[in-house]
């Protein structure tokens, strides 16, 4: 079963340096979005693609987090400087795919990035 | 906008009874409905979804979920739970372009007690 890959699983960084993140959404997929969970919390959404469009980033802090899916299949999400409070699981998920005529707008969820900045 | 509360942050459960986990919603335009499960360090899986038809929705692992419009509730239910079902719960929601974030609640962590 196709998956969404994340990378890395784990990532500890200090404060202020920079630090980035992959994922590989379901072949396919025409849709990307880049959550952040904090702990104890529920995911709450940075910023979502339509292929190599932005479609949604208005909770994303400009001011260090940057996104980028260049030819519309995996995407990147940098973080410069990295601060105290972005210690988080970073989730990467998929979707808008069509099988047999019909369109699916299922979420699939990739592992996610634990970061922890020190 | 769209909110989702979920009623409890822990429910504790001895295994082989039956649980119910609440999600209750907000939403000025008509909604789609999930339930996610997250394993520790793990991405989140779905559970079941309600999208139009019957408001009794099976999913997997046992579990399932009723839609109540009046009531603006999902609420998640599995009459035997296992050892194995200790994790946490999310309910979301999307409105129904289909193709838009999901609006997470908080999660409810279910511990089930042997």
């Known amino acids: 079963e196709a998956e969404v890959a994340q990378s890395p699983r784990y990532k500890i960084t200090e404060k202020s340096q920079a630090v980035a993140f992959w994922c590989d959404p379901i072949s396919g997929h025409a849709t990307l979005y880049w959550y952040r969970q904090i702990l104890g919390q529920g995911p709450e959404l940075l910023v979502q693609f339509q292929d190599e469009s932005v479609v949604d980033d208005s909770q994303l802090p400009k001011d260090r987090f940057s996104a980028e899916r260049l030819k519309g299949v995996d995407s990147t999400l940098k973080i410069q400087p990295a601060e105290l409070g972005d210690s988080a699981m970073y989730l990467c998920?998929?979707?808008?795919?069509?099988?047999?005529?019909?369109?699916?707008?299922?979420?699939?969820f990739g592992p996610g990035t634990r970061l922890t900045v020190t | 906008a769209q909110s989702v509360t979920q009623l409890d942050s822990q429910v504790p459960v001895f295994e082989e009874a039956p649980v119910e986990l609440r999600c209750n919603y907000s939403?000025?335009?008509?909604?789609?409905l999930f339930w996610y499960v997250q394993y520790p360090n793990q991405g989140l899986q779905l559970l079941l979804k309600y999208l139009s038809g019957s408001t009794l929705v099976k999913g997997i692992n046992g579990f399932e979920a009723e839609f109540n419009k009046s009531q603006t509730s999902f609420h998640l239910r599995k009459p035997s739970v296992h050892i194995s079902d200790t994790a946490e719960y999310f309910c979301a929601v999307s409105d129904l372009s289909g193709n838009t974030p999901l609006v997470f609640g908080k999660g409810t962590r279910l511990s089930v007690i042997a």
């Open positions: 939403s000025s335009v008509s909604v789609y």
């Open positions: 998920a998929s979707s808008l795919s069509l099988y047999r005529d019909r369109v699916s707008y299922e979420q699939y």
